[in-house]
């Protein structure tokens, strides 16, 4: 599940229990949590409370093999923002992790603006001019992370954390080298500035 969300150009973090999800929900800001409801140590409903009851909280999708009406109603009493029962089909869940980060209430408007620059995450285009953009995932993923924080600057550090995962290594080139691609596909004049020991920004 999280290979197929990170195809999608998210940055996904696991845990595979709810103590080591508290600890990663406590140390990182994210927008939505696909939450298990049967998880060991810290059980789902507990988390989920816990996780409600944070001043700038996630939205929850909670994920379980009880999908009955009553079982649904109680997930959703326990403050899960939506409720999606396994088996599921996955382009389903995609949507709907789409559809929670807009809700978000410090989601930003869904088609983002910056310097000609056109982008939809949810429909997944994005366009300078007028013109389509050929992205890759982790492209898209990038310009949609510099169009959010427009007009202030985003560190590698702040790339790292938004675009790839806590799997990424902090020592490696990846960003650079991609800021780059994303660069040569926007074309003239360009838009990303750097200033070194800040980070990049689309002014």
Avoid at 4 to 17: E, I, K, N, Y
Avoid at 27 to 45: E, F, K
Avoid at 81 to 96: I, N
Wanted: net charge negative; hydrophobic share 45%; with cysteine.
């Amino acid at each position: 599940m999280a290979e197929g969300l990170r195809d999608q150009g998210m940055a996904v973090d696991v845990a595979h229990d709810g103590l080591t999800a508290a600890t990663k929900l406590d140390a990182n800001a994210y927008d939505v949590v696909v939450l298990d409801r049967d998880l060991p140590a810290v059980h789902g409903d507990t988390l989920c409370q816990m996780i409600t009851e944070s001043v700038e909280r996630p939205m929850v999708l909670m994920l379980t093999a009880a999908g009955a009406p009553a079982d649904r109603v109680s997930g959703l009493i326990l403050g899960a923002d939506d409720y999606l029962a396994k088996p599921f089909h996955f382009p389903e869940l995609v949507l709907r992790v789409h559809a929670l980060a807009r809700r978000r209430p410090s989601a930003r408007p869904r088609t983002l603006r910056a310097a000609g620059i056109e982008l939809d995450p949810a429909r997944r285009t994005a366009t300078r001019e007028g013109r389509q953009l050929d992205l890759s995932v982790r492209e898209f993923a990038l310009l949609e992370a510099l169009l959010r924080a427009s007009p202030a600057f985003l560190s590698t550090e702040d790339l790292l954390e938004q675009v790839w995962d806590e799997n990424a290594d902090p020592f490696t080139n990846t960003v650079t080298v991609t800021i780059g691609r994303l660069r040569r596909k926007l074309g003239a004049p360009p838009i990303i500035t750097t200033t070194p020991g800040v980070g990049y920004r689309i002014a």
